[in-house]
């Protein structure tokens, strides 16, 4: 493997793609191609339940309380090693197309002097990454800079020449009697986008990833291509807008228990978002428009694999084929993510591996919990390196999936499980809360393979069973019946906690037994009565004891 | 107050001060005298058991696991605000004399480009302090400088030229026939050290002190001023080192209990200096040495406040005087430190404030759990300060201990807590044990009004009932007649994991509803149907909803 090419989409869900769900309602015929050429990780889960957290643990490979940016526009520390710091030293470059959600770490920067205007600065705030071209999306598109991004320029360079054809154009939709729906409202999404296809956010960042790919040549690179779609504004083109019929969309997963129940969620539900994706009728139209997004990123995804085998770059490249998050859509009577359900922290996850040794995996998918971090060390371990210790290789909390590409040294036991972090302070609902300090409203969940049991700090826990009850539906968080499970999986969130990587400046030599003998060795043995007790030990070659 | 002295000692116990331990068989004027003009915090506990881990918490305000520098020379991450950041945008810069045993974080320096020469660079690796005289004493006495510390340097100018005067005068002891007894010997304990006494280490750390306050004059300041005395070599010059006989020692808070009970205690105890400290003959000797050097500091401490006096500063100056961790010294069969019994992590911590508003407390003994990550916010406070949000101020963990000054709201209930860490994976113990991930080498203790529990990654937990066995005797870590006391002290262990402040970048407004308001109002509602239904939350004034 030479070559890795590292494809995010926003907010897609683990169940809207066809190789992983039979019963969907259109075709992603790319996608799926990538799922037979390689592996697919069908129980895949995400750190952070949203953008910013859950893209910081991809990028670092540790877990959200590891890293801490627990919420979108919360810097990683200006020291945190990135994918980019682990791959640069075997000589592989990473270069960012499209969205991060990073930012600076302004004390960091303040206190060290540091040119925020400086090569340092904007590497460090992009995560590690070389930019070719950043785009947040949405996530840029209220800012002060709304309207000035590099694909607002491309629009006005193609005749859209307006001061924010970001909105105007590419997320607004055309009502029958030709006036514009605001991306900002959900009602858009029953109308075609009034930008085309062609000219669309995820044509163009594939179009980006296509030249970049051109100019390489022959050059080992590491691409971090990562669009902002299929995430809201739920706007998309023709013909991808009127290609699922609302009669065919699936039935949000849902159950009247749910309502005043956990009161967490509950506090989810009171989100206007939730309310309004909790009726049908507005659902539907939105979920076309979330589907035909999909539909839309599958066929462009198409064009870049096909120019991938045009340049002969199919063979030495590792594909990664993966989304930040799911969206509720109605699930739980909930809208967005933020939350622990399958349908926020599950996401595809597919892995292409082009060396022979992968062969016997390909079209195979994986059916234990695997982890996000995980992404990390697999791409280090391809390009046939180690994580370097210097860089705090050692404090990366996932695990290489090489063995599930290979088919050797599959994980078992303790390591099948996944944990997700979210912390709900940051959304709305936390006004219907009691005011409270931060950390109260942090849950987390560990999901095994066959349950999720979610720790709360404010409220009681949840449990489900994904055997019985796979869209979990059913909270066994105070059923009596299950209190050992419980227990038990409390016990694993505690071993989890206590074996965080919290203090990433450890060298990690300082922790082999050869290390200490060496400090032993350099000649400063303490606890020594006199010198012919010292010289005793010398003569036993052992200072230790 | 203007003015901030702060005064740490090193491996100084909590009992081996006069106005601590009546029965202590030499005096203590010099600290006594403060005692008498301030408060002293009878059950100041540090968070670190080992100097680094220790002083990394004293200069952040956070735990160890927060910080993540867990032993010596494992660096603080370069982005860590410290005490000097704190007290900068207040007008006080920090200054240090003598030992900090930080060390400059590589990975974060190589990552920014940082010249590791430059003045940022040292700033950092000296914990944001502005380097007066920095001098580590035996934690650079093996290093590849050893010999060219300014230490060596003062030795040389006053007529000891040779290579390592630290060695060969300072912590060396002569022997009734001339010959030099090393100070990396515990037989060195025996003889007076070479040195005499107002060349000492001790001494010429006070004199720099005196030429510092002479300097500043009038200007504000806080200085660190970090004695490497009275940790090993436990060597002192005379008078000090007949000061104290033999017989008067105290004897060795230990059980015949203690042998062969909890796993971790057994490795303590077989380490070399735990097996020669629990020989009472030969810790006799190292005792006295150990108890003449608290005399030595004592006396000069007395020049400092002196000097304090004649230069008017004393009216308008805080002194803090504590140290980083104290000295098992035989007790429990071990030696050094490193573990979780009173004799190691409490310390003394004495805090005079100069201020009217303090003057009803002067000369009284606090008997609560106190930490010495208090110890940043008290300085903050005093200066008429809050912490400063952009420097991660919100993110300080101790709390400040002016309302002990003051009289005025002191803590309750739950409040009332220490935790400190340790990971005995660093000592000579490590290789006793089997081949071990490193995390589950670590315990940390809670100690509260009544009981300390100790709680073991690796090992079952320990429980001492500090009011019926004062000198932590008898482990009910396994007695069945106590499982609620370690039930409700592991909830307590399990709300301050929870509640660790490691995602120090996140801007403190983030977490406040009018924060969560500013973002609505800003313009980014989302969840909206349509355009009516935001105009109609608008007219509501409330977009959250």
Chains 1, 2 share one sequence.
């Not at 228990?257 to 909790?278: D, K, L, W």
């Not at 982890?371 to 370097?388: M, N, Q, S, Y």
């Not at 999720?452 to 968080?477: A, M, R, S, T, V």
């Amino acid at each position: 493997v030479r070559n890795l090419l590292f494809v995010m989409a926003d907010q897609l869900r683990w169940d809207a793609i066809g190789c992983a769900n039979g019963d969907l309602p259109f075709a992603t015929p790319n996608i799926d191609d990538l799922a037979a050429r390689g592996v697919r990780f069908d129980r895949a889960y995400t750190q952070g339940a949203t953008c910013g957290s859950s893209r910081m643990s991809f990028y670092t490979g540790r877990y959200v309380t590891s890293h801490g940016a627990r919420y979108n526009e919360i810097p990683l520390n200006l020291t945190e090693a990135t994918l980019a710091d682990h791959l640069r030293p075997l000589g592989v470059e990473s270069y960012l197309i499209g969205k991060t959600h990073s930012v600076l770490d302004p004390f960091g920067a303040a206190a060290l002097g540091l040119d925020p205007t400086g090569a340092t600065a904007q590497i460090r705030a992009d995560a590690g990454f070389k930019r070719v071209v950043r785009y947040d999306g949405v996530a840029a598109a209220n800012s002060p800079d709304s309207g000035q991004t590099a694909y607002d320029d491309f629009l006005r360079s193609n005749g859209y020449d307006i001061a924010n054809p970001w909105h105007d154009i590419a997320n607004s939709g055309r009502r029958n009697d030709g006036s514009s729906a605001s991306g900002w409202t959900m009602e858009s999404g029953l109308w075609p986008a009034i930008v085309p296809d062609e000219l669309s956010e995820t044509a163009w960042t594939t179009d980006l990833a296509i030249d970049f790919m051109r100019d390489k040549g022959a050059a080992p690179w590491c691409l971090h291509l990562s669009y902002i779609k299929p995430h809201w504004p739920y706007v998309v083109s023709e013909p991808y807008h009127q290609l699922v019929d609302q009669s065919d969309l699936p039935v949000a997963k849902r159950s009247a228990h749910e309502v005043g129940g956990h009161p967490a969620m509950t506090a989810f539900q009171a989100m206007r978002i939730s309310r309004n994706f909790s009726d049908d009728a507005k659902r539907a139209g939105v979920h076309c428009a979330y589907f035909g997004l999909i539909a839309q990123l599958d066929h462009h995804l198409g064009r870049l694999w096909g120019e991938l085998e045009r340049l002969g770059r199919s063979n030495d490249t590792m594909i990664v084929f993966t989304s930040d998050h799911g969206d509720y859509m109605g699930d739980h009577w909930m809208g967005e993510k933020d939350y622990l359900h399958d349908s926020a922290i599950r996401v595809p996850l597919i892995v292409v591996d082009p060396s022979a040794g992968a062969d016997s995996t390909r079209g195979s998918a994986v059916n234990v919990p695997t982890e996000c971090i995980d992404v990390l060390p697999t791409f280090v371990e391809a390009v046939g390196g180690e994580p370097d210790a210097s860089l705090g290789g050692g404090w990366i909390e996932g695990q290489s999936l090489v063995p599930f590409l290979t088919g050797v040294g599959k994980r078992t036991g303790s390591d099948q499980v996944a944990v997700s972090e979210t912390d709900y302070g940051f959304r709305e609902m936390r006004d219907a809360l009691p005011e409270l300090e931060a950390p109260l409203l942090r849950a987390r969940s560990i999901t095994t393979e066959r349950w999720k049991y979610i720790e709360h700090d404010l409220f009681g826990p949840q449990l489900f069973d994904l055997d019985n009850d796979p869209d979990e539906l059913i909270d066994l968080g105070q059923h009596s019946g299950y209190a050992a499970v419980r227990s038990d999986l409390t016990d694993g969130l505690h071993q989890w906690r206590n074996s965080l990587k919290l203090d990433p400046r450890t060298p990690a030599h300082r922790f082999a037994r050869p290390g200490l003998g060496a400090v032993a060795a350099r000649g400063f043995p303490i606890g020594f009565w006199d010198e012919a007790e010292i010289q005793t030990a010398k003569d036993a070659r052992d200072l230790l004891r």
